[in-house]
């Protein structure tokens, strides 16, 4: 569902964007309404395309996770713990990023 949503977000972004796609190989039954995923991963490169500059990068990462791990920890800006055993989706843009105010 990944791969075939990056191709209509290439669609939809600046042709400058770079697009870095890192999927874990390993398989993993998981439980999802596809339409939903789909237009969550729709919603996320929208908002990326109203942040990033002319020459944005998004970044689309998979990984398996065990409880109390830290993956992606090259991350080091918003390090995360995973609660649960499971399967980590990060979507990441090199945008402007939400103003603290």
């Not at 770079?18 to 998981?30: G, P, Y």
Request: proline fraction near 4%; include cysteine.
């Amino acid at each position: 569902l990944i791969k075939e949503q990056v191709d209509l977000m290439r669609v939809i972004m600046p042709k400058q964007t770079h697009f870095k796609i890192e999927l874990t190989n390993q398989e993993m039954a998981v439980y999802v309404d596809d339409v939903a995923f789909r237009q969550t991963l729709l919603n996320m490169a929208i908002n990326a395309r109203d942040a990033i500059h002319r020459d944005g990068e998004i970044t689309i990462r998979t990984a398996h996770v065990d409880s109390n791990s830290v993956p992606f920890s090259d991350h080091n800006d918003h390090p995360f713990i995973a609660p649960h055993k499971g399967f980590l989706i990060s979507f990441k843009d090199n945008g402007c990023g939400i103003q603290k105010e």
